[in-house]
């Protein structure tokens, strides 16, 4: 099966296809396949990286999040997509909350982007933000 079919049979695999540019074409093929796979069947890993950030910060900080942070963790061509979610039900606590979801094809790149990315990224985050905000972090599964 040729690229184009891969794309016409699978629409999200543009996404995928991006992240292996300079890798041999019999590779990407292969690497495109499995990771189409998995979209299409829905098999991954989910990295959930829930924020609490105070009001005063929060229009700079959201702005910051979604054109600086989220294309910055994307760059490292580890996740496969993302989600940005607002939390709606919550108590007034001080601060908005909202869900960052990147979407690994397996635990192997998922272990990557902790162990080679994870703390770079997450140290920007608190240099411009430091005790503006409140984060905890969870790796779930689909189950089927």
Do not use: C
Not at 43 to 63: G, K, V
Not at 82 to 96: A, H, M, P, Q, S
Not at 123 to 129: F, L, P
């Amino acid at each position: 099966m040729f690229l184009p079919d891969l794309l016409n049979q699978f629409p999200d695999l543009f996404f995928a296809a991006r992240s292996f540019r300079g890798i041999d074409s019999n590779v990407l093929y292969t690497k495109i396949f499995i990771r189409s796979t998995l979209l299409y069947f829905n098999l991954m890993f989910l990295y959930n990286i829930t924020y609490n950030i105070e009001h005063a910060a929060h229009d700079e900080w959201i702005h910051w999040m979604k054109h600086t942070h989220v294309p910055a963790v994307l760059a490292t061509n580890l996740p496969i997509g993302n989600r940005i979610f607002k939390l709606l039900t919550e108590i007034d606590n001080g601060g908005v909350t909202y869900s960052f979801q990147f979407f690994f094809a397996d635990q192997e790149d998922y272990n990557t982007y902790i162990s080679e990315h994870s703390s770079r990224l997450a140290a920007e985050v608190d240099r411009r933000y430091g005790n503006q905000y409140v984060v905890f972090r969870t790796l779930l599964q689909e189950v089927v």
